[in-house]
């Protein structure tokens, strides 16, 4: 443990205790609406991204950081969303990646759930760039790596706001000729699960008339949950639930989102057997188009708010 390495272990265990009540006594100050309730979370940032041909385009890039996930999403107007941040070795590539594209400040930052393939390298990239908003769930855990992020998070002065279906994330105006752009959590849609991925934030994108679907590791628990409360599931790009789990994108989901693409974040030769045969043989039966991080390497989505393109780089 980090906080104090010559302490006595009773006493490591009551400073975490605290920086985790702390975690929640934040979160809970700064979201107190029903899933019901429209909050919104305004972002800035000084423009970094020029229109590519035509029309402005939105950049979805699907990082290849193995079994695990990574999302950095590029809007015309210069913000910058990044969802998940790999495992704990996955650091030193994604902010060489960040840096490539000539980003200082990620507006938006959101830990989708507290496990180490998601959240691994999160404290790192906070440490790294300027940041507008960390967005997490209300759900702690106990190991390493989500101290680390708390003690990043809190080093930065942010405060934390919870992740919960209604939340609605400002992404500021476009230019008047420009596709619109929005976004909203919608999920988790309750406070308590048995299992930490149903936990996992999930965030609807929608630029002009192509949308996206970002799941984290939500699973049917949750699935289930999202076609109960939520009429605006639709999606184009639908990124797989739980790196292509049995568990996650039942058929009674697919029907709903009814993507035309979808990727599978993953890992080559993984231990889990991820993504099973189940998931796989449900997206090629509903006609997706499918495209995976361990065939493919990192995966670029590009759209101009009528059209969406796909490039790759193994």
Known sequence: MIFDRNGSREKRAWIF????????????????????????????????????????TLKVTYLDVGQADSILIQIPNGRNILIDAGNNEDAEMIISYLKKQE??????????HPHEDHIGSLDK???TFDIGQVIMPKVTTNTQTFKDVLT????????????????????????????????EIVAPNSSEYEDMNNYSAVLR???????????????????????????????????VGHHGSSSSTTQEFLNKVSPKYAVISVGKDNTYGHPTSSTLNRLKKSGVELDRTDELGTIVAESDGREISFKTNK
């Open 17 to 56: 205790m605290g920086m985790a009540l702390i975690f929640l006594l934040v979160i809970g100050t700064t979201g107190c609406a029903t899933s019901s309730e429209q909050t919104s979370v305004t972002i800035s940032s000084q423009a970094n991204e020029k229109p590519m041909g035509s029309q402005p």
């Open 125 to 127: 990239v906070i440490k």
């Open 152 to 183: 990043a998070i809190q080093d930065k002065g942010i405060k934390i706001k919870e992740a919960k279906a209604g939340l609605k994330l400002d992404l500021g105006s476009t230019e008047a000729a420009s596709p619109q752009i929005s976004a």
């Open 103 to 112: 980003i200082h400040r990620l507006d938006v930052v959101i830990g989708t």
């Open 205 to 239: 994108l929608v630029y002009g008339q192509n949308t996206f679907l970002f799941t984290g590791d939500a699973e049917d628990v949750s699935e289930k949950e999202m076609l109960a409360s939520s009429s605006g599931l639709k999606a184009d790009v639908l990124k």
